[in-house]
């Protein structure tokens, strides 16, 4: 079947540690992105990519970083300069034309030791 | 500025209530779209539907229906007969930048029996 699988499912990070998530898609599709969601609020955008080798900026990039090297793959490194990381991340992905649905992965839940 | 608000935060109702979840959005745009999207437990967000802003007719699918005004920059959406299978968040999101989508804060329904 296709869809987006993100892991792992849970994930820890120690101070001063970057940690990497992971979003694969059989979906072809040629846009990702990544979302971070905290209790009680809604989502919001950390980095999308419309096309391989190429990513822009969200909301809140500050503290991540992605790569788009191939098109079914689109990894969110949260690096030690994020202070606060502990969220639920949640990656999607969409055909690419305009104001098409977004698809989404299972989500990573992010803690600190 | 884009925003979408979603004012309620928790609904509670038992089995076979009807119940509406409000959405009011803001944007200068004349061409947008609206989604909303179910979060259920296990924590991926599920497409329902997707709705332009030069289409108001009003939707019906099943129990769900969705009532689009652009006069009160309203997208609300009502579940008919509810069921403990419709116990999730909800999410009302603006599309006006071709993918950048703009979440309200979730709506968190229970529906006991």
């Known amino acids: 079947d296709g869809g987006i699988t993100q892991s792992p499912k849970y994930l820890f990070r120690k101070e001063g540690q970057n940690v990497t998530l992971s979003c694969e898609q059989n979906l072809n599709h040629d846009a990702m992105y990544w979302y971070r969601q905290d209790p009680g609020q809604g989502l919001r955008l950390i980095y999308y990519s419309q096309i391989v080798n190429d990513f822009q900026k969200g909301d809140i990039a500050e503290g991540y970083s992605v790569s788009r090297e191939k098109k079914e793959s689109f990894p969110l490194t949260v690096t030690s300069a994020q202070k606060n990381p502990t969220a639920f991340y949640l990656c999607?992905?969409?055909?690419?034309?305009?104001?098409?649905?977004?698809?989404f992965g299972d989500g990573t839940r992010l803690s600190i030791l | 500025a884009q925003k979408v608000t979603q004012a309620q935060t928790e609904i509670s109702v038992v089995e076979k209530e009807d119940v509406t979840l409000d959405c009011v959005y803001e944007?200068?745009?004349?061409?947008?779209?609206l989604f909303w999207y179910k979060q259920p437990p296990s924590g991926e967000l599920v497409f329902l539907i997707r709705?332009?802003?030069?289409?108001?007719q009003n939707e019906i699918s099943g129990r769900y229906s969705w009532n689009f005004q652009k006069s009160t920059s309203s997208f609300n959406f009502t579940i008919t007969a509810s069921q403990v299978v419709d116990s999730a968040v909800y999410f009302c999101a603006l599309d006006n930048q071709g993918g950048k989508l703009i979440f309200g804060q979730g709506t968190e329904l229970s529906v006991k029996p």
């Open positions: 999607a992905s969409s055909p690419g034309r305009a104001h098409q649905p977004q698809h």
């Open positions: 944007t200068r745009d004349t061409t947008y779209y």
């Open positions: 709705r332009n802003s030069f289409d108001e």
